[in-house]
């Protein structure tokens, strides 16, 4: 075992223990809070906060990643080529409008809660996936789709067995820069109502509470840190495993 794995392994079990009895690490923080304030966050479990930050982040991620991947096959086929600019500009909107704004926008229509941060880091976390979707399609080695033709396997297998597999370690690469960008981004939701870890956050600038912010800051760049990191490690087992090649015997 790496001294790397080691440490990763070490600092998510301080995460975890810090998230079920962080009463145990107060005394770390009491130094960073001003007279009567407490040290931990008292107005909901930081277990709970964490896991519907999680919660939101991934639901929004995995929509993103269906919807990208779903236009990034519709345009790399022949039939589906003409709609790529449409596909592009509208994997741009996230880019186009801050998730602030977006916020501002779907708060009327869908209230406060959940439904508008799931909105906000739906749109913000496409143009990602989708362009190293597209990139992944249409980089294959050459050899691979013409053998895969001469063994005469139709376009959906080639899809599926070929195309998908030999792309998956690019396409990863886009869910896992999306995935950290909708967990920092996703604290944003609080400011409407949503349970995320920004709520920590906000409870510590209102009151001027450097402990509050600190402690949801930390869990938030631990989590990110560590997601990006398990994200990267599945990258390299796809890598590894596609170049060992893929059969492409029809079934």
Do not use: C
């Amino acid at each position: 075992m790496s001294w790397s794995l080691i440490i990763r392994l070490l600092v998510l079990a301080l995460l975890i223990a810090f998230l079920v009895a962080p009463e145990s690490f107060a005394f770390l923080l009491q130094p960073f809070t001003k007279i009567g304030q407490p040290a931990i966050y008292d107005r909901g479990t930081l277990w709970g906060l964490t896991l519907s930050h999680l919660a939101i982040t991934f639901a929004a991620t995995s929509l993103a990643t269906l919807v990208a991947l779903g236009l990034a096959i519709l345009v790399t086929r022949p039939f589906g080529a003409e709609f790529l600019p449409l596909s592009r500009s509208l994997a741009n909107i996230g880019q186009t409008f801050p998730p602030v704004a977006v916020l501002a926008l779907t708060v009327p229509i869908l209230g406060f809660g959940t439904a508008p941060t799931l909105v906000a880091l739906f749109l913000y976390g496409l143009l990602p996936i989708f362009e190293n979707s597209i990139t992944g399609l249409t980089t294959l080695p050459p050899t691979v789709t013409v053998a895969a033709r001469g063994m005469g396997m139709t376009g959906l297998q080639r899809l599926v067995r070929v195309e998908l597999p030999l792309a998956l370690p690019v396409i990863l690469s886009g869910v896992r820069l999306s995935t950290v960008i909708s967990l920092a981004t996703a604290t944003i939701g609080s400011t409407v109502a949503a349970r995320t870890l920004g709520e920590i956050i906000i409870a510590g600038l209102t009151a001027s509470n450097t402990a509050f912010v600190m402690q949801g800051g930390l869990i938030v760049a631990v989590l990110a840190v560590l997601i990006y990191d398990g994200l990267s490690a599945l990258e390299r087992f796809f890598v590894a495993r596609t170049t060992k090649g893929s059969s492409l015997s029809p079934r």
